[in-house]
C-alpha cells in the first residue's frame, strides 16, 4: 500500500520570506500524480499545485512551486514571498494509477508571522 | 456551480444513536469519496462512488457504517450505534472522474462529535 510521511507537524515562517514543506511517499508504481492540498482553519480543502509523475519538470503555480525528485520519492513544496493568508494546514496526498483514492499524509501546519 | 455541500455541518449526539451525512457533490461530478479525518490527522480514505456503484471501501469502514449513493447525484453516510471513537470530521469530495490527474473538490465536512 502506498504511504505519505510529512515529517514536519509545525512550520513557521516570516511574511514575504520562503518556506519549504517536505513530503515522501512510499509506492511500487511508476506513474501517479501527487498533489498538494492547503486546509485553512475551519474552511474547506483546496488544491494548491499537483505533479506528474513522468513529468521532469517541476510544477509551479504563482507563488508555490515543487521539487519532485522521483528517484527519492521526495515532493517538496515551496512557498515563495509568504503572506498572512498561507496559513493553513497543508497536506501532501498521493494517487495511484487507474484514479485510485487520494492518500494523504499527516500534515503540516503552517504558520505566517507578521 | 456552489461546490461540495455537506449537511450538517457539525452534529453532535449521544453513544449508541445513528446519524446520518449527507453529501452533494459538484453536478456532473461522476466519482463521490468519503474521507475521516481526525485531529492531528490527514484525511483517511472510507468508500468512494462512481455514479451510484460502489467501488470501493475502506477497512476502516466497519459493519456500523453503510454509505449510498442513490441515482448517482447526492450520498449519504450512515453510522448505526456510533461510538466515542467516531469522533471525527467526515469529508466528502467530488471529481470528474475522468482523468486521474483530476482535482478532487472537497467540502467544509460534518463534524461529529459522540458523547
Known amino acids: 500500500a502506498q504511504t505519505v510521511t510529512q515529517s514536519q507537524p509545525e512550520m513557521s515562517v516570516q511574511e514575504a520570506e520562503t518556506v519549504t514543506l517536505s513530503c515522501t511517499y512510499d509506492t511500487s508504481e511508476s506513474d501517479y500524480y501527487l498533489f498538494w492540498y492547503k486546509q485553512p482553519p475551519s474552511r474547506q480543502m483546496i488544491l494548491v499545485i499537483r505533479?506528474?509523475?513522468?513529468?521532469?519538470q517541476n510544477a509551479t503555480e504563482n507563488r508555490f512551486s515543487v521539487n519532485f525528485q522521483k528517484a527519492a520519492k521526495s515532493f517538496s513544496l515551496k512557498i515563495s514571498d509568504s503572506q498572512l493568508g498561507d496559513a493553513a494546514m497543508y497536506f501532501c496526498a498521493y494517487r495511484g494509477e487507474g484514479n485510485t483514492p487520494l492518500v494523504f499524509g499527516k500534515g503540516t501546519r503552517l504558520s505566517v508571522i507578521a | 456551480d456552489t461546490g461540495v455541500s455537506q449537511d450538517p455541518r457539525h452534529k453532535i449526539t449521544k453513544r449508541g444513536q445513528n446519524v446520518t451525512f449527507r453529501c452533494d457533490p459538484i453536478?456532473?461530478?461522476?466519482?463521490l469519496y468519503w474521507y475521516r479525518q481526525t485531529l492531528g490527522q490527514g484525511p483517511e480514505f472510507l468508500t468512494y462512488f462512481q455514479n451510484e456503484a460502489q467501488l470501493e471501501k475502506s477497512r476502516l469502514l466497519s459493519d456500523r457504517f453503510s454509505a449510498e449513493r442513490p441515482k448517482g447525484s447526492f450520498s449519504t453516510l450512515e453510522i448505526q450505534r456510533t461510538e466515542q471513537g467516531d469522533s471525527a470530521m467526515y469529508l466528502c469530495?467530488?471529481?470528474?472522474?475522468?482523468?486521474?490527474?483530476?482535482?478532487?473538490?472537497f467540502g467544509q465536512g460534518t463534524r461529529l462529535t459522540v458523547v
Open positions: 469530495a467530488s471529481s470528474p472522474g475522468q482523468g486521474w490527474n483530476t482535482e478532487a473538490f
Open positions: 505533479q506528474e509523475a513522468y513529468k521532469q
Open positions: 453536478s456532473e461530478h461522476n466519482r
